[in-house]
């Protein structure tokens, strides 16, 4: 079983998916001949052709429409975004075409394609490269967003989100592409769209976090059981849309207490969804507010800043302990 990063794990999975279906294709700005801003395509134009491994201008809307044209034509394309921020240039294909084709057609034509697009702060980027816009798209009815926090998950995401009958958008925290590895199977795996992870089991508060956000909420949990003895349950959410209420349920039935971490702004951000369904269908069991640790209601700040405004392993500790002192 061989140890691999999350930029290696994508590139394996693509690659796989291509080798098991020539409908899948692939295209993006600078994809082909470079392989990628982040090198997640390299390789893959010398062995499936340009045919099949494609070099786009910059144009975001084009990209996805021409995705949309193949994918409702019996292609499977997988299109790359360069930046998440830049899927705002896309936002009229997304929403008018690629989110809405299978109903407009009453189910005569779905739209098999993936977009895929690094997303998120922690690399020092410019403005209009940090964005953690998820609950955009979460919105959007039509759409399937997932979001893996390690090399192992993103691996069998994204060939669930290649071989999943309407679209996905596959957001990748470039803050996690190179930052550790970990054993990756030799046979492929396939995630289930729509189901979380309990990563750690625990009596006393649950923790929800996903994509990035999954490595401080570890560092913290594990601060928060070694030196505070309390016994954390973690949820590695997955699929923001949709999303696996039954799990988040069950867990915060057991435990009472729960805090949510994400990166993006609090305001209408997913931890305001997910605080929304446990008041619905958890609220009798619910010892205390459920409690958020977000990015702030700004735009993302210049990298000098980038840290203050990233949650991180102290504030979770902090929205821990003020959780759990609630009576």
């Known amino acids: 079983m061989p140890q691999m990063n999350m930029a290696e794990s994508l590139n394996l999975a693509l690659d796989e998916c291509m080798n098991a279906d020539e409908r899948v294709c692939i295209m993006g700005e600078d994809i082909a001949v470079n392989g990628g801003v982040f090198r997640i395509t390299k390789g893959l134009l010398e062995k499936y052709g340009e045919d099949r491994v494609i070099d786009t201008p910059l144009a975001e809307n084009a990209i996805i429409g021409t995705a949309v044209g193949m994918a409702i034509t019996g292609l499977k394309p997988v299109a790359e975004i360069q930046f998440s921020g830049f899927t705002m240039q896309a936002f009229d294909q997304i929403e008018q075409n690629m ?3 299978r109903n407009r057609s009453r189910g005569r034509y779905p739209v098999p394609m993936v977009l895929r697009t690094p997303y998120g702060g922690g690399i020092r980027a410019v403005e209009h ?5 998820e609950a955009y798209w979460a919105h959007t009815p039509g759409l399937k967003v ?21 679209p996905v958008i596959f957001y990748e925290p470039k803050a996690v592409y190179r930052a550790y590895r970990e054993d990756v199977p030799d046979e492929p795996e396939a995630i289930e769209i729509g189901k979380a992870q309990v990563v750690r ?12 956000m999954m490595r401080p ?7 928060l059981v070694d030196l505070h003895n309390v016994d954390v349950e973690v949820i590695d959410l997955l699929s923001i849309s949709p999303m696996d209420t039954q799990t988040l349920v069950d867990s915060v ?8 971490v994400h990166e993006g702004p609090r305001n209408c951000g997913i931890a305001a ?29 210049h990298f000098q800043v980038e840290q203050h405004y990233l ?13 759990l002192a609630y009576e």
């Open 99 to 101: 989110a809405r084709y």
């Open 129 to 133: 490269h940090s964005e953690s816009r």
């Open 146 to 166: 997932v979001i893996p926090s390690g090399p192992r998950n993103a691996r069998s995401l994204l060939n669930a989100a290649i071989n999943d009958p309407d």
């Open 201 to 212: 089991t625990g009596s006393d508060i649950t923790l929800i976090a996903y994509g990035a």
């Open 217 to 223: 909420t570890l560092e913290a949990t594990e601060d």
């Open 253 to 260: 039935s057991k435990t009472g207490r729960c805090v949510i």
């Open 273 to 301: 969804e997910i605080i929304a369904r446990l008041n619905e269908k958890a609220f009798e069991h619910l010892e205390a507010p459920v409690n958020r640790v977000t990015g702030y209601d700004i735009h993302f700040p």
């Open 311 to 323: 949650p991180d392993p102290d504030t979770i500790i902090q929205a821990v302990k003020q959780t």
